[in-house]
């Protein structure tokens, strides 16, 4: 049974034109151990009336941040656990600095503490602030061994942070595919957060982060949108090919901000993160037919695991 359906999959891969997975992911049990249960519930789920994230959406979001310095880079991360954040190594790599904290908690540049305003069923409007960011230093990183700088392939790294974070309301971590479910299967719709950087000094990140609607794109689709542009980027399995839908689009760099959605696991609606994104032009025209090349997380959950340290 097992290789009929290996079988099948080899046949609609050569139908649909796409590289596909041959081998089943096999996780370390006592690896996946050390990613939290309790991951992916915000205190308020994503809203759909807006481009602007509220403070609480999004507690997972992380900024790997340098000491300041005349060029100072920023990527974006998220956190995972007490002790490690998902980010990319190409920021690193460029600056050929090391990184020198995380920042959790932040959702906007513009305003300390970050604050919703709930409607409440009467039409009055409650104001709820989180409480001030918090930086860690980042005690040590693993990059991906296969990274390739010239085409910024295997982008990424694990970010540990020299103590365990308190969770708390506005800092949670967020979920990644590790059932069969969701390591086999990713929704067609999703969404990715992103700050903003700024035009005159591109490595710093502005205003509040957005939101982001994305369509899940098959790779043979994405490679012609690419050809159409000018570009002959290189399609395998692990990239994963992010469209942004719109009414917003993003123009900046945005290395390391998460593709997700709202799924179930196991009975609970959590979110969960399938993609990382890398590379899109930067001419804003393209952006909104020219997808997000990022990284599939589920391809790359074994180095993920087999990294964490307790």
């Not at 479910?181 to 982060?209: K, Q, S």
């Not at 790359?300 to 964490?308: D, E, P, S």
Request: with cysteine; net charge neutral.
């Amino acid at each position: 049974m097992k290789i009929l359906v290996c079988l099948l999959a080899v046949v609609v891969a050569l139908v649909v034109g796409l590289p596909q997975r041959l081998e089943p992911i096999k996780l370390n049990p006592s690896k996946l151990a050390l990613l939290p249960r309790e991951c992916g519930v915000a205190k308020y789920g994503p809203r759909s009336d807006g481009i602007k994230s509220q403070a609480f959406e999004f507690p997972w979001i992380a900024l790997v941040l340098f000491k300041q310095t005349r060029r100072p880079a920023t990527c974006f991360g998220t956190l995972i656990n007490q002790r490690y954040v998902l980010s990319v190594i190409g920021c690193v790599r460029k600056t050929k600095k090391d990184p020198d904290y995380i920042r959790l908690g932040e959702q906007s540049a513009l305003t300390n503490p970050d604050c919703s305003e709930l409607k409440q069923r009467d039409g009055s409007v409650r104001k709820e602030c989180a409480g001030p960011t918090v930086e860690i230093p980042i005690e040590s990183y693993v990059a991906h061994p296969e990274f390739d700088l010239p085409m910024y392939t295997n982008d990424l790294a694990l970010m540990r942070m020299a103590r365990e974070v308190q969770y708390n309301d506005y800092i949670r971590p967020i979920c990644l595919p590790t059932t069969p479910e969701l390591l086999n299967n990713i929704p067609r719709d999703l969404l990715m957060t992103a700050w903003e950087l700024d035009a005159n000094v591109p490595t710093h990140y502005v205003g509040e982060l957005e939101k982001y609607q994305i369509e899940n794109m098959d790779l043979d689709s994405c490679q012609r949108e690419y050809e159409k542009a000018g570009f002959t980027p290189e399609f395998e399995y692990k990239r994963f090919c992010a469209a942004q839908k719109g009414p917003n689009y993003v123009c900046s760099r945005m290395a390391g901000a998460p593709i997700g959605a709202v799924v179930d696991v196991e009975g609970t609606q959590r979110h969960v993160q399938f993609a990382m994104a890398k590379f899109a032009p930067l001419n804003c025209t393209a952006r909104q037919t020219v997808p997000i090349i990022s990284m599939r997380i589920s391809e790359y959950m074994g180095w993920i695991t087999n990294n964490l340290e307790p």
